[in-house]
Protein backbone atom coordinates (compact mmCIF):
# COMPACT_ATOMS: atom_id res chain seq x y z
CA UNK A 1 0.00 0.00 0.00
CA UNK A 2 2.78 2.02 1.06
CA UNK A 3 4.42 1.71 -2.46
CA UNK A 4 1.15 2.50 -4.14
CA UNK A 5 0.75 5.97 -2.86
CA UNK A 6 4.58 6.87 -3.20
CA UNK A 7 3.56 6.26 -7.05
CA UNK A 8 0.58 8.27 -6.39
CA UNK A 9 2.63 11.16 -5.56
CA UNK A 10 5.24 10.79 -8.25
CA UNK A 11 2.90 10.68 -10.53
CA UNK A 12 0.89 13.72 -9.11
CA UNK A 13 4.20 15.35 -9.60
CA UNK A 14 4.46 14.25 -12.91
CA UNK A 15 1.74 15.37 -14.17
CA UNK A 16 2.22 19.08 -12.46
CA UNK A 17 5.75 19.44 -14.10
CA UNK A 18 3.98 18.69 -17.62
CA UNK A 19 1.54 21.23 -17.21
CA UNK A 20 4.24 23.16 -15.73
CA UNK A 21 6.43 22.85 -19.03
CA UNK A 22 3.88 23.14 -21.47
CA UNK A 23 2.02 26.34 -19.87
CA UNK A 24 5.80 28.02 -20.97
CA UNK A 25 5.96 26.27 -24.32
CA UNK A 26 2.55 27.30 -25.72
CA UNK A 27 3.40 30.94 -25.16
CA UNK A 28 6.85 30.93 -26.79
CA UNK A 29 5.17 28.77 -29.54
CA UNK A 30 2.98 31.81 -30.51
CA UNK A 31 5.34 34.44 -30.63
CA UNK A 32 5.33 36.58 -33.44
CA UNK A 33 3.67 36.26 -36.37
CA UNK A 34 3.23 32.86 -37.99
CA UNK A 35 0.64 30.92 -40.33
CA UNK A 36 -0.35 34.13 -41.63
CA UNK A 37 -1.16 35.89 -38.85
CA UNK A 38 -0.94 39.54 -38.69
CA UNK A 39 1.30 40.62 -35.00
CA UNK A 40 1.00 44.19 -34.05
CA UNK A 41 2.76 46.26 -31.99
CA UNK A 42 2.10 49.03 -29.08
CA UNK A 43 1.95 51.49 -31.70
CA UNK A 44 -0.44 49.76 -33.93
CA UNK A 45 -2.47 49.13 -31.18
CA UNK A 46 -2.90 52.49 -29.64
CA UNK A 47 -3.02 54.38 -33.48
CA UNK A 48 -6.25 54.98 -32.50
CA UNK A 49 -7.37 56.06 -29.03
CA UNK A 50 -10.31 54.36 -27.80
CA UNK A 51 -13.43 56.06 -26.46
CA UNK A 52 -13.35 55.58 -23.40
CA UNK A 53 -9.74 57.09 -23.43
CA UNK A 54 -11.14 60.28 -24.92
CA UNK A 55 -13.66 60.67 -22.18
CA UNK A 56 -11.36 59.82 -19.45
CA UNK A 57 -9.65 62.90 -20.59
CA UNK A 58 -12.84 65.19 -21.09
CA UNK A 59 -14.32 63.92 -17.35
CA UNK A 60 -10.63 64.36 -15.53
CA UNK A 61 -9.27 66.98 -17.69
CA UNK A 62 -6.90 68.18 -15.22
CA UNK A 63 -5.73 65.13 -13.67
CA UNK A 64 -5.66 63.69 -17.46
CA UNK A 65 -2.84 66.50 -18.32
CA UNK A 66 -0.94 66.04 -15.36
CA UNK A 67 -0.41 62.33 -15.92
CA UNK A 68 0.22 62.32 -19.50
CA UNK A 69 1.40 65.97 -19.95
CA UNK A 70 -1.54 67.44 -22.32
CA UNK A 71 -5.16 67.21 -21.69
CA UNK A 72 -5.17 65.74 -25.65
CA UNK A 73 -5.68 62.05 -25.59
CA UNK A 74 -3.12 61.53 -28.05
CA UNK A 75 -2.11 57.83 -29.93
CA UNK A 76 1.42 58.42 -27.49
CA UNK A 77 -0.37 58.61 -24.51
CA UNK A 78 -2.48 55.88 -25.10
CA UNK A 79 -0.08 54.08 -25.71
CA UNK A 80 1.82 55.09 -22.79
CA UNK A 81 -1.16 54.24 -21.01
CA UNK A 82 -1.87 51.07 -22.39
CA UNK A 83 1.36 49.79 -21.37
CA UNK A 84 1.42 51.05 -17.59
CA UNK A 85 -2.08 49.96 -16.92
CA UNK A 86 -1.34 46.54 -18.20
CA UNK A 87 2.39 46.36 -16.21
CA UNK A 88 0.55 47.39 -13.01
CA UNK A 89 -2.17 44.56 -13.92
CA UNK A 90 0.69 41.90 -13.65
CA UNK A 91 2.27 44.12 -10.96
CA UNK A 92 -1.23 43.60 -8.71
CA UNK A 93 -1.37 40.22 -9.39
CA UNK A 94 -5.09 40.67 -11.29
CA UNK A 95 -3.87 37.85 -13.51
CA UNK A 96 -4.19 35.20 -10.71
CA UNK A 97 -7.84 36.01 -10.56
CA UNK A 98 -8.75 36.98 -13.96
CA UNK A 99 -8.49 34.67 -16.82
CA UNK A 100 -7.99 36.31 -19.90
CA UNK A 101 -9.52 32.93 -22.15
CA UNK A 102 -12.67 32.27 -23.19
CA UNK A 103 -12.78 28.01 -23.74
CA UNK A 104 -14.63 25.94 -25.65
CA UNK A 105 -16.25 24.07 -22.62
CA UNK A 106 -18.80 24.47 -20.43
CA UNK A 107 -20.37 27.01 -22.37
CA UNK A 108 -18.18 29.51 -21.09
CA UNK A 109 -19.25 31.78 -24.20
CA UNK A 110 -22.46 32.60 -23.05
CA UNK A 111 -20.55 33.40 -19.29
CA UNK A 112 -17.91 35.94 -20.84
CA UNK A 113 -18.56 35.94 -24.81
CA UNK A 114 -17.66 34.84 -28.15
CA UNK A 115 -14.20 31.91 -27.34
CA UNK A 116 -10.85 33.42 -27.48
CA UNK A 117 -9.15 32.71 -31.20
CA UNK A 118 -5.37 33.02 -31.68
CA UNK A 119 -5.26 36.35 -33.37
CA UNK A 120 -6.38 37.89 -30.58
CA UNK A 121 -3.34 37.31 -28.95
CA UNK A 122 -0.88 38.36 -31.96
CA UNK A 123 -0.37 41.47 -30.35
CA UNK A 124 2.33 43.40 -27.76
CA UNK A 125 0.31 44.11 -24.82
CA UNK A 126 -1.41 39.97 -24.89
CA UNK A 127 2.37 38.63 -24.82
CA UNK A 128 3.63 36.84 -22.58
CA UNK A 129 0.17 35.47 -22.24
CA UNK A 130 -2.11 36.09 -19.48
CA UNK A 131 -4.48 33.48 -20.05
CA UNK A 132 -4.90 32.66 -16.55
CA UNK A 133 -6.12 29.39 -14.58
CA UNK A 134 -8.22 30.87 -11.56
CA UNK A 135 -11.63 32.46 -11.66
CA UNK A 136 -11.72 34.13 -8.51
CA UNK A 137 -13.44 37.29 -10.32
CA UNK A 138 -14.47 36.66 -14.20
CA UNK A 139 -13.07 36.20 -17.50
CA UNK A 140 -11.83 39.63 -18.92
CA UNK A 141 -11.50 39.02 -22.36
CA UNK A 142 -14.37 40.66 -23.37
CA UNK A 143 -14.23 43.73 -21.05
CA UNK A 144 -14.02 45.88 -23.81
CA UNK A 145 -17.91 48.59 -23.94
CA UNK A 146 -19.27 46.32 -21.29
CA UNK A 147 -19.08 49.02 -18.81
CA UNK A 148 -18.51 52.70 -18.12
CA UNK A 149 -15.70 54.18 -16.89
CA UNK A 150 -17.23 55.67 -14.08
CA UNK A 151 -17.99 51.92 -12.88
CA UNK A 152 -14.47 51.21 -13.27
CA UNK A 153 -13.69 54.51 -10.88
CA UNK A 154 -16.19 53.13 -8.52
CA UNK A 155 -14.97 49.41 -8.73
CA UNK A 156 -11.35 50.29 -8.50
CA UNK A 157 -11.98 52.31 -5.86
CA UNK A 158 -14.30 50.13 -3.67
CA UNK A 159 -15.31 46.37 -5.39
CA UNK A 160 -18.49 46.40 -3.23
CA UNK A 161 -19.77 49.92 -4.17
CA UNK A 162 -20.94 47.68 -7.52
CA UNK A 163 -20.69 44.08 -6.71
CA UNK A 164 -22.33 43.41 -3.16
CA UNK A 165 -20.49 40.07 -2.94
CA UNK A 166 -17.19 41.12 -4.35
CA UNK A 167 -14.11 39.42 -2.81
CA UNK A 168 -11.77 41.81 -4.92
CA UNK A 169 -9.49 44.16 -2.25
CA UNK A 170 -10.10 47.72 -2.79
CA UNK A 171 -7.53 49.69 -5.27
CA UNK A 172 -8.46 53.16 -4.14
CA UNK A 173 -4.96 53.87 -3.40
CA UNK A 174 -4.69 55.15 -6.57
CA UNK A 175 -6.88 57.40 -6.05
CA UNK A 176 -7.23 60.72 -4.22
CA UNK A 177 -10.28 63.14 -3.43
CA UNK A 178 -10.95 67.14 -3.43
CA UNK A 179 -12.28 68.47 -0.20
CA UNK A 180 -15.74 68.42 -2.21
CA UNK A 181 -15.62 64.50 -2.02
CA UNK A 182 -14.56 64.79 -6.03
CA UNK A 183 -12.46 62.35 -7.44
CA UNK A 184 -8.98 62.37 -8.39
CA UNK A 185 -7.96 59.72 -10.32
CA UNK A 186 -3.83 59.26 -10.30
CA UNK A 187 -2.00 58.51 -13.77
CA UNK A 188 -1.80 54.42 -12.50
CA UNK A 189 -5.73 54.84 -11.96
CA UNK A 190 -6.23 55.89 -15.37
CA UNK A 191 -3.75 53.50 -16.84
CA UNK A 192 -5.38 50.40 -15.82
CA UNK A 193 -8.96 51.78 -16.13
CA UNK A 194 -7.56 52.29 -20.01
CA UNK A 195 -5.98 48.77 -20.00
CA UNK A 196 -9.04 46.56 -18.65
CA UNK A 197 -11.03 48.69 -21.04
CA UNK A 198 -9.12 48.20 -24.11
CA UNK A 199 -9.34 43.97 -23.25
CA UNK A 200 -11.03 41.99 -25.99
CA UNK A 201 -10.95 45.70 -28.13
CA UNK A 202 -8.93 43.25 -30.90
CA UNK A 203 -11.95 40.13 -30.78
CA UNK A 204 -13.75 42.38 -33.15
CA UNK A 205 -10.79 43.51 -35.32
CA UNK A 206 -10.20 39.91 -36.67
Avoid at 12 to 40: D, N, Q, R
Amino acid sequence: MERFYTFLFVAGLGCFAIAFVLSMIFPWMSLGSYHGMEYKTLEDLAARPSVEFVELSKSYPQDFAQAFGSAEPTAAAFAEALQRGRDLYVGQACWHCHSQYVRPVANEDLRFGPVSVAQEYQNALAQPHLWGTRRVGPDLSREHGKRTNDWHVAHFINPKNVVANSVMPRYDFYFSFDADGRVRPSKDALSLITYVQWLGSESGRR
